[in-house]
């Protein structure tokens, strides 16, 4: 599902998609940020854009098949970022 939220009066899209993931790096997960040595995801924007980076070599390098993150937009909204076109079914 993309996100929803406000984009500066840009059109809201919704979509949605059927997935198969088996390892999903999960930064909404306090143990997980604790691990990375992150303290906030929820203010992941903020950060310089080479963590980020280092946040999806990392998960890749480990044979991630995606993230699960905060959404910097929407609160209480979860976004999931997958490295695998074949996960989408």
Do not use: C, W
Request: charged share 25%; proline share 4%; glycine share 6%.
């Amino acid at each position: 599902m993309e996100e929803l939220g406000n984009h500066a009066n840009q059109p809201l899209r919704l979509a949605s998609k059927e997935v198969s993931l088996e390892k999903v790096l999960d930064l909404t997960n306090k143990k997980v940020k604790n691990f990375l040595q992150i303290s906030n995801t929820s203010k992941l924007t903020s950060y310089p854009y080479e963590l980020t980076q280092q946040i999806g070599d990392f998960a890749k390098k480990y044979g991630f098949d995606g993230i699960k993150a905060p959404s910097a937009v929407n609160k209480p909204g979860v976004n999931l970022i997958i490295f695998k076109k074949e996960a989408l079914k």
